[in-house]
């Protein structure tokens, strides 16, 4: 399922979701810019993109090294689907979520969200070994962005483009079967890469702990007027 638009207007501008955006699409551009670029290392010829992937994408193995990474890898992404993926939904579900807790909280919960996400997927890398795996990308924050939306929303209508049989149709789908079925399928694929992970991949249980923080976060994180 893709979700197109969520049918939940916001009353305030989403500022703070607009510039994380445009932080992590110019931040990609650069990076596309370093993928045709080769450079001679002492374990052979790479390419730029993938020096630079090393150094600020979170190496699980490396972390207590390099914690800098925690913030950086989630301003990074690894392919235009990636970013594209990652930055829609963050477009469709965060700016109503920033509008729920105000524009410093928001920030604040989405690194937080994004914070977890990464200590989840480091722990579930290190037991599996895929320590030496580098993980990019805003999917973890975002999928706490999703925890939070369906919490805050759960019966928001979603319009999404859905699948059915050959075909792909429109449809409103409520914001907690949407987002539920969606973190089911990050669930799901989740346990059954498990025996995988140290192949890379997709960082499935990144998404499921950014999901879980931002579910059971984001209370703490709501302004007073929320609280009846």
Known sequence: MIPIRDINPSRTFPLVNVIIIVICSILWLYEWSLSNKV????????????L????FG?????????????LTHMFLHGGWLHIIGNMWFLWVF????????????????????GLGAALTQTLISLAFGGGEVPMVGASGAVSGVLGAYMKLYPHAR??????IFFFLTFMEIPAIVFIGMWFLIQLLNGIMTLPAVGLGGVAWWAHIGGFLVGYFLIDKFLPRRYYW
């Open 52 to 55: 630079f992937i090393r150094e």
């Open 158 to 163: 979603v319009l999404a483009l859905v699948p």
């Open 94 to 113: 965060g700016d109503n979520v920033e509008d729920s807790l105000g524009r410093f909280r928001y920030l604040i919960f989405y690194l937080s969200a």
């Open 39 to 50: 450079v001679v290392t002492l374990a052979g010829p790479v390419t730029a993109f993938d």
């Open 58 to 70: 979170l190496v699980p193995a490396e972390l207590l090294q390099r914690p800098y990474t925690l």
